[in-house]
């Protein structure tokens, strides 16, 4: 297992197109969260989800972003009809229910520049 | 919203000399924990201190919390280049079930060789 991988590292799109972002957790993780952060800022929590239940989402999730985790394993963001403003960059955590003493391994990122 | 502050927002120093982060959150906490991002990266765990621990260290890193002024600080001694990165803190808050982590703003730390 070679940690928590997210695709893509970059994307570029038009204002006004859909994304979809990947993130594959660590295998053994249960539970998954999605951050955004902007240049200069801490990452800002957006969705988490305990195996494939999305348990709770932050007011920053306008209604054009949805998240999905289907069976407990991989999840996708999407961010539908982009805004200049939703550049940034989209991170993706996961860790192990029971064991919060051992923080989050978080992915490199994927980082959205609409134009 | 952003639980915590960091203080300074940047910090510049030489090889060897000391780093001293510090942190403030608004909110009970389960623990807090430490993270250092390079440029254009994810975030990578550094250490975690519980709500009932006081100082904690590991390697060339020391945490302190204080629960009663809801602030902690993070030391990097002999610092080396290697360690220009940002550093932030984040909180578990405590009571909450989903561990979910609050950060705070960051500290920009340049180290020069």
């Known amino acids: 297992d070679t940690g928590v991988s997210q695709n893509p590292r970059h994307k570029i799109t038009k204002r006004g197109q859909n994304v979809t972002f990947r993130c594959d957790p660590i295998?053994?993780?249960?539970?998954l969260y999605w951050y955004r952060q902007t240049l200069g800022q801490g990452p800002e929590f957006l969705t988490y989800?305990?195996?494939?239940?999305?348990?709770?989402k932050s007011r920053l999730l306008s209604d054009r972003f949805s998240a999905e985790r289907p069976k407990g394993s991989f999840s996708t963001l999407e961010i539908q009809r982009t805004e200049q403003g939703d550049s940034a960059m989209y991170l993706c955590?996961?860790?192990?229910?029971?064991?919060?003493?051992?923080?989050?391994?978080f992915g490199s990122g994927t980082r959205l520049t609409v134009v | 919203s952003q639980q915590g502050e960091e203080d300074p927002q940047a910090l510049s120093i030489q090889e060897g000399e000391n780093a001293t982060m510090n942190c403030s959150y608004k909110?009970?906490?389960?623990?807090l924990q430490w993270y250092r991002q390079n440029s254009g990266r994810g975030l990578v765990h550094l250490i975690l201190?519980?709500?009932?621990?006081r100082e904690k260290h590991s390697g060339r890193l020391r945490v302190t919390l204080d629960t009663s002024k809801k602030s902690s600080s993070l030391l990097i001694t002999a610092s080396r280049a290697a360690d220009t990165a940002s550093y932030f803190c984040?909180?578990?808050?405590?009571?909450?079930?989903?561990?979910?982590?609050?950060f705070g703003t960051g500290t920009l730390l340049a180290v020069q060789p």
């Open positions: 955590a996961s860790s192990l229910a029971g064991r919060r003493g051992y923080g989050y391994t």
């Open positions: 295998s053994e993780h249960n539970r």
């Open positions: 989800f305990q195996n494939e239940a999305q348990l709770e």
């Open positions: 909110t009970s906490i389960n623990n």
């Open positions: 201190i519980r709500s009932n621990e």
């Open positions: 984040a909180t578990d808050a405590d009571g909450g079930a989903t561990n979910k982590l609050i």
